[in-house]
């Protein structure tokens, strides 16, 4: 049913590197490609990337994205403390008309 | 700099309609390059779309959400306004306005782009 699925939850040591995915059924990561969101505690969501693999200007390049099939994924270097925060992958869901978020994925740093 | 902030109640009661606006600053809300859209986070959830706007009027809203949802632009005042009716209170969230480019003429459909510049957001509690 659900159209992008995160994994709730990733812990990662500080300074290494973190891999977030997110997975669309039924080709649902089409044209429009996936955008990544990180979102700290009690603030509103920051755009990290767009159409699968686009930083806009003035995010780190620690933060990359890349799609394989109906996969995307978010890479974090270089893990800072800052870098602790919910992160989602979104779409337009041509089929339903819609865009679409994943249940996200919390980013802890150790 | 742009900056978008919403503004309306933070109380609304069942059965009534919650009503929001968003005021466009920094920039105009009639530039043909950006949509302009509604996304809601109830407590400690995820994120939901519920409805975005181009200046001509153009809408696009979330399937589950369309019976009940109208979002509208005010080019003069240079807001954006979220209408939804019947609440209550699984509609108790933050709702928060966006920016969305849209997307290049050239491409597969020219609709809204990723939400790249977001408000602070605005709490709305739906209780009696």
């Known amino acids: 049913q659900a159209g992008l699925t995160q994994p709730p939850s990733v812990s990662k040591a500080l300074r290494q590197t973190a891999t977030l995915t997110c997975t669309g059924n039924n080709n649902l990561i089409g044209n429009q490609g996936t955008a990544w969101l990180q979102q700290r505690q009690g603030h509103p969501p920051k755009l990290l990337s767009y159409r699968n693999n686009n930083r806009p200007s003035g995010i780190s390049e620690r933060f990359s994205a890349s799609r394989s099939g109906n996969t995307a994924s978010l890479t974090i270097t270089g893990l800072q403390p800052e870098d602790e925060a919910d992160y989602y992958c979104s779409t337009w869901d041509s089929s339903l008309g819609s865009w679409v978020f994943g249940g996200g994925t919390k980013l802890t740093v150790l | 700099q742009l900056q978008l902030q919403e503004s309306g109640p933070g109380r609304v009661k069942p059965s009534e309609t919650l009503s929001l606006t968003c005021t466009v600053s920094?920039?105009?809300?009639?530039?043909?390059?950006?949509?302009w859209g509604w996304v809601r986070q109830p407590p400690g959830k995820g994120l939901e779309w519920i409805g975005t706007?181009?200046?001509?009027?153009?809408?696009y809203y979330n399937p589950s959400l369309k019976s009940r949802v109208s979002v509208s632009v005010d080019t003069p005042k240079n807001q954006f306004s979220l209408n939804l009716r019947s609440v209550t209170a699984a509609d108790t969230a933050i709702y928060y306005c966006?920016?969305?480019?849209?997307?290049?003429?050239?491409?597969?459909?020219?609709?809204?782009?990723?939400?790249?510049?977001w408000g602070q957001g605005t709490v709305v509690m739906v209780s009696s």
């Open positions: 966006a920016r969305q480019p849209r997307n290049p003429p050239d491409d597969y459909w020219s609709g809204p782009d990723a939400f790249d510049i």
């Open positions: 920094g920039g105009s809300i009639s530039s043909s390059t950006y949509y």
């Open positions: 706007v181009y200046y001509t009027g153009t809408t």
